[in-house]
């Protein structure tokens, strides 16, 4: 097996802070705690089901994190997806033709993006394959791109796509 040069899943933290879908239930969370201390029950429970509601938000999220992983190697990205049925994938970093990178303000702000890559390898046949919550998405952009580059090498080397379609 390859060695491996870099390991990362989708960032939990980065999300609740650098998207507006993450700050949400953390407002939500926050605020049906005050709700409930200010109001000193006044209101029944009612408040801290917004609590429980911001709780389950953030766990589906930690369970869509913790199910994938990228193992990045000299010669492909490993996609491992699943927790209890699990997949994995490999992307051939020679194939990939395009790596881009997305992020919003707030992406910035918490140090995360999203990955977009195109590559000619069966495993993106029905389309990019998007990596989103990437902590130090630019540095791993940088990195997939110039991996990517010497799986070219040597000069000269070509890949050729044959393209079919199916009946």
């Given at each position: 097996?390859?060695e491996?040069h870099?390991?990362?899943r989708p ?6 802070r ?7 239930p953390?407002?939500l969370?926050i605020?049906g ?13 009612w ?9 389950v938000?953030?766990?589906?999220k930690?369970?869509e ?9 000299a010669?492909?990205?490993?996609v491992r997806r ?7 994938d490999e992307?051939?970093l020679?194939?990939v033709?395009?790596v881009?990178?997305?992020f ?6 918490a140090g995360?993006g999203?990955?977009?890559?195109t590559t000619s390898d069966?495993?993106?046949r029905?389309g ?9 998405a ?7 791109r110039?991996?990517g580059r ?10 050729i796509?044959?393209?079919?379609d199916d009946?």
């Amino acid at each position: 097996m390859d060695e491996v040069h870099d390991t990362f899943r989708p960032s939990l933290g980065g999300w609740l802070r650098g998207t507006a879908a993450g700050l949400a239930p953390a407002g939500l969370g926050i605020a049906g705690i005050v709700l409930t201390v200010a109001t000193a029950g006044d209101w029944g429970a009612w408040p801290l089901g917004l609590t429980a509601l911001a709780l389950v938000v953030v766990f589906i999220k930690w369970l869509e994190a913790m199910s994938a992983k990228y193992e990045v190697t000299a010669e492909r990205l490993i996609v491992r997806r699943g927790i209890l049925m699990k997949s994995i994938d490999e992307i051939e970093l020679y194939r990939v033709k395009d790596v881009r990178m997305n992020f919003s303000l707030l992406n910035q702000t918490a140090g995360i993006g999203t990955i977009c890559l195109t590559t000619s390898d069966e495993t993106t046949r029905a389309g990019d394959l998007i990596i989103r919550q990437v902590p130090n998405a630019q540095r791993r952009r940088e990195e997939l791109r110039r991996v990517g580059r010497l799986g070219r090498r040597p000069p000269g080397g070509r890949e050729i796509d044959m393209v079919h379609d199916d009946f």
